[in-house]
């Protein structure tokens, strides 16, 4: 009897070992879909290329990055296997390619179409968007550039990191292909770029504008900008509103990853009109003017930068800790390391805090302006200064408070 019982609990849990596992492969199953079938070449010429590369040029955003299957067939819907060609390449990073020469006979390859196998994010659960029409330039130089670099310097915040794809034609709406123009450069990661010098015939390329496909953070961001930043002026060597300087005498009001940068001059001149050579500008690094960049007699003109946030930074409420001073200069230096001020104060620093501030305890004088060449002071790890680094041999008695999350 028991022996029959065993049996029993063992087939239940095997049957229901078996639909659990049969459930996941549909679940799994289900969340991926097929695209649309392409056919963008036929074998007339000397293949019948259904290249990966080309087909994401002419279908922009309507295959996923990363495919997971590829499926092939006839126009008319037969199998690949049964056309009895010999196939060059059928797979997910190449695409589908027959080649003429490859099949015996003096047969050639037939009209193939291909579709490609993507996760569920693709196929329509996802919100994707189009940015505005870019023209940045027109052909009256030497060329068309619609390039990426200068549409992101000059159209701040406008066009998302890592575009999925790219899209171009001539401003009054033609495709780039019925141009006959010959491009150098259209693709998510340069932009597109027309010379006027690759045109055969003397002839110039036409006026396009561009545009790029972005994921639905950037589409629904409600981003904000920070307030306008002067620290320096171009007295010196040239005017440095670089990102370092700004977040030490700014605590807390720059985030972390700045989606864009402005710049003007403290007139509203845009860097382009000041005609300025910049040495820096943008996310990393902030912007940097060099006087020994421009020509003779000439300056840099005096500038401010602001830089443009995720909601979470315009929303978001702080405060600072109470000061913290748990060390003194008397031994190796005065060590306000985050670890000893959390272990020695428990639960009065939050976790991730936003920004650091360190003056010294006798005058309130900010670190940076107190002398003392400081080893490190970040909101991750505290503040040290160390004895052996002064050139008088000692440090000055420091503390720090954090800010936080309200």
């Not at 953070?217 to 005017?239: L, V």
């Not at 860097?271 to 020994?292: E, H, L, M, P, T």
Request: proline share 5%; with cysteine; net charge positive.
């Amino acid at each position: 009897m028991i022996s029959m019982l065993s049996v029993a609990i063992f087939a239940g849990l095997f049957i229901a070992g078996s639909i659990q596992q049969t459930a996941t492969k549909v679940v799994k199953k289900q969340a991926q879909c097929w695209t649309q079938w392409f056919d963008r070449d036929n074998p007339s010429g000397n293949a019948d290329y259904e290249h990966l590369t080309f087909l994401r040029k002419e279908n922009p955003g309507k295959i996923c990055q990363k495919p997971l299957a590829i499926q092939a067939q006839t126009t008319n819907g037969q199998s690949v296997a049964s056309t009895g060609n010999k196939i060059a390449k059928n797979d997910v990073k190449s695409g589908f390619v027959c080649l003429n020469k490859d099949q015996p006979g003096r047969k050639k390859c037939r009209d193939f179409r291909v579709r490609f196998r993507c996760p569920l994010s693709h196929c329509g659960i996802i919100k994707v968007c189009w940015t505005k029409w870019f023209d940045r330039d027109n052909p009256s130089g030497k060329g068309d550039w619609e390039d990426l670099t200068n549409l992101r310097k000059e159209n701040p915040g406008k066009i998302c990191r890592r575009p999925l794809a790219i899209q171009a034609q001539t401003t009054n709406g033609q495709s780039v292909a019925s141009t006959g123009n010959v491009i150098v450069k259209n693709d998510i990661n340069s932009g597109f770029i027309c010379r006027n010098g690759d045109q055969p015939g003397r002839k110039k390329c036409r006026d396009f504008r561009v545009r790029f496909r972005c994921p639905p953070c950037h589409c629904e961001i409600k981003a904000c900008w920070t307030k306008w930043f002067d620290r320096d002026n171009p007295s010196g060597k040239g005017d440095w509103e670089d990102l370092t300087n700004l977040r030490k005498e700014n605590p807390g009001k720059i985030c972390r990853r700045p989606l864009a940068i402005q710049a003007q001059s403290l007139t509203g001149l845009s860097v382009a009109a000041a005609g300025n050579r910049i040495f820096k500008n943008d996310i990393y690094s902030g912007f940097v003017c060099r006087n020994q960049d421009q020509g003779r007699g000439k300056w840099c003109l005096d500038y401010r930068v602001r830089f443009r946030c995720p909601p979470s930074h315009c929303d978001i409420k702080v405060c600072w800790t109470k000061w913290f001073d748990r060390d003194n200069p008397s031994g190796k230096g005065d060590w306000e390391d985050l670890t000893n001020l959390r272990k020695e104060n428990p639960g009065k620093i939050c976790r991730r805090p936003l920004a650091i501030q360190a003056v010294t305890t006798d005058t309130s004088t900010p670190a940076t302006a107190a002398g003392n060449i400081i080893f490190f002071s970040s909101p991750t790890k505290g503040f040290v200064c160390r004895n052996k680094d002064q050139s008088c041999g000692q440090c000055r008695d420091y503390k720090v408070r954090f800010r936080c999350p309200c």
